[in-house]
């Protein structure tokens, strides 16, 4: 596993993909974001697929606020990615609730798609 900046390469890749429609299209990123969790939540969770996500989670609320500090997200996603920071204390009193987790990401896909972003000239 190769590390830079602290985090494995994949891991921000993983943050790159994520971040790729923002600032234009926050909707777009929020349903990539819960998509995301959804698919890292499918059976079987391990451990080592609950720290990886923590680690893009935790990567990614990072470069948002550091590379687009004015953008706004909803309450839900915001809700999503505190909750995703959690993971790696899954078990403990203060640890993730996945059920909180696929409960808000499903709320976030059930949102009506609306492309705010401008068509290509």
Same mark, same amino acid.
């Given at each position: @596993?190769?590390?830079?900046?602290?985090? !494995?390469?994949a891991?921000q890749?993983?943050v790159? %993909? *994520? @971040?790729?429609?923002? !600032? %234009?299209?926050?909707p777009?990123?929020?349903?990539? $974001?819960?998509?995301?969790?959804?698919?890292? $939540? /499918?059976d079987?969770?391990?451990? /080592?697929?609950?720290?990886? =996500?923590?680690?893009?989670? =935790?990567?990614?609320?990072? /470069?948002?606020?550091?590379?687009?500090?004015?953008?706004?997200?909803?309450? @839900?996603?915001?809700? $999503?990615?505190?909750?995703? @920071?959690? $993971?790696?204390? *899954?078990?403990?009193?203060?640890g993730?609730n996945?059920a909180?987790?696929?409960?808000?990401?499903?709320?976030? *896909?059930?949102? !009506?798609?609306? %492309?705010?972003?401008?068509? !290509? *000239?």
């Amino acid at each position: @596993m190769t590390k830079v900046g602290g985090f !494995p390469r994949a891991v921000q890749a993983q943050v790159q %993909n *994520l @971040m790729a429609k923002l !600032p %234009n299209d926050v909707p777009g990123f929020e349903r990539d $974001l819960a998509t995301y969790i959804l698919e890292q $939540l /499918r059976d079987p969770v391990t451990e /080592r697929s609950l720290v990886e =996500t923590d680690q893009v989670i =935790t990567l990614l609320d990072v /470069r948002m606020g550091d590379c687009y500090p004015s953008v706004r997200i909803s309450p @839900m996603a915001s809700q $999503l990615i505190v909750e995703a @920071m959690h $993971l790696h204390d *899954l078990g403990k009193a203060y640890g993730a609730n996945l059920a909180l987790l696929r409960n808000l990401a499903e709320q976030i *896909l059930r949102i !009506p798609s609306t %492309n705010t972003t401008a068509p !290509p *000239l």
